[in-house]
């Protein structure tokens, strides 16, 4: 399991413009009244996932995602969830752009991962795989949920009703973003996708269809599509090269033809489509916000939680070394499941 999220609770705007050298970012509060909310946010991803590696795709030359990735690596630093006194942001020069990793103790909840992609990539998105060896080791120590089906003489011999056992916990998360978590962050969530199904197949020394492969792109490429028509009125950037695994003279003519329709959007057509969505929502002054239920997912979020606490607490009190052994997975880390179910019985 991964996310997607923009830059984390670094409270930023971004003015529109004709064109995109005119999009200024402007960060809107100072890192004292930002931290508190970083906190939070991060502190509710460790009680869910566990361990929480951030993957930062922005800029590392263009001056407004500078400002934001040196906030982001403020707060990573000064988070009670980074054990690590001496963390830094390590820069790799790679001759092309800079590569930075951080953050990956084993005593640390929170790890960090800086990759420049359009400097990387230049414009071959083939390159982009190189971030595969960056996200190799947190990818094989956060493993994989995997629960099996009782036989029907094992599940009479248990106390409870349960007719499956889990053998597998995922023990972490990554959290991916770009600028706005549409483009490059799709197509490298494309590549955490392949590398965890990968894990997957060789613990369990298995093959897949020689079409699977193909289908697995074509899912991610509308996956970014229908995220990228919710969020700027077009289909994603680099679909093209998602969805064929290249890139093609015919890809960066549909990108260039879907940045001109998201300009002309984002300067004639939003403004009026936000008013809209904020008189709906009672955001407007005056008005009284208006109040969302829903029932359902309030019910399945309980019931995860509760399923998590019950999981995690049993646990953190066996020893998988062998079960690890023999599936060919680092053991469990018994110190982040005994934290989180602490922090969990304390909600």
């Not at 930062?56 to 995602?65: C, F, R, V």
């Not at 008013?275 to 997912?297: F, W």
């Amino acid at each position: 399991m991964h996310l997607s999220n923009v830059t984390p609770l670094v409270f930023w705007e971004q003015q529109t413009g004709l064109l995109p050298t005119q999009q200024k970012i402007t960060l809107s509060r100072s890192p004292e009244a930002t931290q508190p909310a970083f906190d939070k946010h991060f502190e509710r991803l460790t009680l869910k996932y566990g361990v929480t590696h951030v993957v930062n795709l922005l800029s590392a030359t263009k001056l407004g995602e500078v400002d934001l990735s040196e906030r982001f690596r403020y707060h990573i630093r000064n988070s009670p969830l980074n054990h690590d006194p001496g963390y830094q942001t390590e820069k790799l020069s790679t001759g092309q752009g800079v590569r930075g990793t951080g953050g990956g103790g084993e005593g640390t909840l929170i790890r960090a991962t800086e990759y420049d992609f359009h400097a990387e990539t230049q414009g071959r998105y083939e390159n982009a795989h190189s971030i595969r060896r960056l996200l190799k080791q947190s990818a094989e120590g956060f493993a994989y949920f995997a629960m099996e089906e009782l036989d029907a003489q094992s599940a009479s011999k248990r106390l409870s009703s349960e007719t499956a056992v889990v053998l597998l916990q995922q023990e972490g998360v990554f959290r991916t973003n770009c600028l706005d978590c549409l483009d490059r962050t799709n197509l490298v969530q494309g590549i955490l996708s392949q590398i965890a199904i990968e894990s997957f197949l060789y613990h369990r020394q298995d093959d897949v269809a020689p079409d699977f492969w193909v289908r697995h792109s074509t899912l991610w490429a509308d996956n970014g599509d229908a995220l990228s028509k919710i969020y700027a009125g077009t289909g994603a950037l680099k679909s093209s090269f998602t969805r064929h695994g290249k890139s093609s003279w015919g890809g960066l003519i549909a990108d260039a033809r879907k940045s001109a329709t998201r300009m002309y959007i984002n300067k004639f057509v939003d403004g009026g489509r936000q008013e809209t969505i904020d008189v709906l929502l009672g955001r407007q002054l005056g008005m009284e916000p208006v109040q969302l239920y829903d029932p359902i997912n309030d019910y399945a979020q309980a019931e995860l939680l509760r399923r998590s606490v019950i999981t995690l607490y049993a646990l953190s009190l066996t020893n998988d070394v062998a079960l690890s052994e023999h599936l060919n997975i680092p053991p469990f880390r018994r110190s982040t499941f005994l934290w989180v179910h602490s922090m969990l019985m304390d909600v």
